[in-house]
Protein backbone atom coordinates (compact mmCIF):
# COMPACT_ATOMS: atom_id res chain seq x y z
CA UNK A 1 0.00 0.00 0.00
CA UNK A 2 2.58 2.16 0.93
CA UNK A 3 4.63 1.65 -2.77
CA UNK A 4 1.58 2.42 -4.37
CA UNK A 5 1.33 5.97 -2.47
CA UNK A 6 4.80 6.59 -3.10
CA UNK A 7 4.60 5.31 -6.47
CA UNK A 8 1.71 7.72 -7.25
CA UNK A 9 3.81 10.80 -5.95
CA UNK A 10 6.83 9.64 -7.90
CA UNK A 11 5.17 9.60 -11.37
CA UNK A 12 2.18 11.69 -10.63
CA UNK A 13 2.25 15.61 -11.04
CA UNK A 14 2.88 18.14 -8.08
CA UNK A 15 0.22 17.54 -5.61
CA UNK A 16 -2.22 19.80 -5.10
CA UNK A 17 -4.27 20.12 -2.02
CA UNK A 18 -6.65 22.25 -0.74
CA UNK A 19 -8.89 22.89 3.00
CA UNK A 20 -12.52 22.26 2.47
CA UNK A 21 -15.24 22.06 4.65
CA UNK A 22 -18.38 20.66 5.30
CA UNK A 23 -20.87 20.57 2.31
CA UNK A 24 -17.80 22.27 0.04
CA UNK A 25 -17.30 21.31 -3.33
CA UNK A 26 -13.64 19.99 -4.09
CA UNK A 27 -12.20 22.83 -7.42
CA UNK A 28 -10.10 19.27 -8.56
CA UNK A 29 -10.27 15.20 -8.93
CA UNK A 30 -8.52 13.08 -6.82
CA UNK A 31 -9.03 12.06 -3.53
CA UNK A 32 -9.88 13.37 -0.45
CA UNK A 33 -8.51 12.43 3.30
CA UNK A 34 -9.38 13.54 6.53
CA UNK A 35 -6.60 14.91 8.65
CA UNK A 36 -6.91 11.42 10.81
CA UNK A 37 -6.42 9.42 7.30
CA UNK A 38 -3.32 11.73 6.92
CA UNK A 39 -1.52 11.29 9.70
CA UNK A 40 -1.74 7.43 9.54
CA UNK A 41 -0.57 7.46 6.24
CA UNK A 42 2.27 9.63 7.20
CA UNK A 43 2.72 7.52 10.25
CA UNK A 44 2.96 4.41 7.69
CA UNK A 45 5.32 6.24 5.59
CA UNK A 46 7.89 6.85 9.06
CA UNK A 47 7.36 3.81 10.70
CA UNK A 48 7.59 2.10 7.26
CA UNK A 49 11.62 1.36 7.96
CA UNK A 50 11.39 0.55 10.82
CA UNK A 51 9.19 -2.24 10.50
CA UNK A 52 10.43 -3.63 7.49
CA UNK A 53 13.78 -3.81 9.41
CA UNK A 54 11.96 -5.63 12.42
CA UNK A 55 9.96 -8.39 10.38
CA UNK A 56 13.69 -9.13 8.28
CA UNK A 57 15.06 -9.35 11.77
CA UNK A 58 12.27 -12.00 12.54
CA UNK A 59 12.72 -13.89 9.39
CA UNK A 60 16.31 -13.92 9.87
CA UNK A 61 15.97 -15.88 13.39
CA UNK A 62 13.48 -17.88 12.06
CA UNK A 63 15.50 -19.20 9.04
CA UNK A 64 18.71 -19.11 11.50
CA UNK A 65 16.55 -21.51 13.76
CA UNK A 66 15.93 -23.69 10.85
CA UNK A 67 18.49 -23.98 9.56
CA UNK A 68 20.48 -24.64 13.47
CA UNK A 69 17.82 -27.38 13.75
CA UNK A 70 19.02 -29.00 10.75
CA UNK A 71 22.70 -28.50 11.72
CA UNK A 72 21.79 -30.43 14.65
CA UNK A 73 20.10 -33.36 13.50
CA UNK A 74 22.74 -33.77 10.78
CA UNK A 75 25.08 -33.48 13.66
CA UNK A 76 23.32 -36.49 15.53
CA UNK A 77 23.23 -38.65 12.48
CA UNK A 78 26.41 -38.65 12.04
CA UNK A 79 26.90 -39.26 15.53
CA UNK A 80 24.76 -42.09 15.89
CA UNK A 81 26.73 -43.50 12.17
CA UNK A 82 29.86 -42.90 13.59
CA UNK A 83 29.60 -44.88 16.89
CA UNK A 84 27.82 -47.88 15.04
CA UNK A 85 30.87 -47.90 12.77
CA UNK A 86 33.16 -47.79 15.58
CA UNK A 87 31.31 -50.84 17.05
CA UNK A 88 31.78 -52.88 13.84
CA UNK A 89 35.26 -51.95 14.11
CA UNK A 90 35.73 -52.95 17.50
CA UNK A 91 33.74 -56.21 16.78
CA UNK A 92 35.95 -57.04 13.73
CA UNK A 93 39.64 -56.14 15.53
CA UNK A 94 38.51 -58.31 18.46
CA UNK A 95 37.45 -60.83 16.02
CA UNK A 96 40.94 -60.71 14.24
CA UNK A 97 42.40 -60.96 17.72
CA UNK A 98 40.68 -64.16 18.67
CA UNK A 99 41.44 -65.65 15.05
CA UNK A 100 45.19 -64.23 15.46
CA UNK A 101 45.23 -66.37 18.94
CA UNK A 102 43.64 -69.51 17.65
CA UNK A 103 46.42 -69.57 14.60
CA UNK A 104 48.80 -71.93 15.30
CA UNK A 105 52.26 -70.82 14.78
CA UNK A 106 54.59 -73.17 11.98
CA UNK A 107 56.69 -75.28 13.64
CA UNK A 108 58.94 -75.90 10.96
CA UNK A 109 61.59 -77.18 13.09
CA UNK A 110 59.41 -80.16 14.64
CA UNK A 111 58.34 -80.99 10.86
CA UNK A 112 61.80 -80.93 9.63
CA UNK A 113 63.16 -83.12 12.81
CA UNK A 114 60.07 -85.78 11.69
CA UNK A 115 60.89 -86.35 7.90
CA UNK A 116 64.51 -86.19 8.63
CA UNK A 117 63.97 -89.29 11.31
CA UNK A 118 61.05 -90.85 8.80
CA UNK A 119 63.45 -90.17 6.11
CA UNK A 120 66.61 -91.84 7.83
CA UNK A 121 64.65 -94.88 9.19
CA UNK A 122 62.85 -95.51 6.21
CA UNK A 123 66.56 -95.76 4.26
CA UNK A 124 67.52 -97.80 7.15
CA UNK A 125 64.60 -100.27 6.88
CA UNK A 126 64.74 -100.59 2.74
CA UNK A 127 68.96 -101.43 3.22
CA UNK A 128 68.38 -104.04 6.15
CA UNK A 129 64.98 -105.47 3.91
CA UNK A 130 67.49 -105.18 0.85
CA UNK A 131 70.68 -107.30 2.77
Known sequence: MILLLLSSLAWGSSPEYTYLNKGEVAPFNGRLMSDAAIDLITQEIVNAPEECRIEM??????LEADKNEEIRK????????????????????????????LKTPPKWRLWFGLGLITGVGTTIAIANAVN
Open 57 to 62: QYQLAM
Open 74 to 101: LKSAMKFNNQIHDAKISEQQKRIQELEE
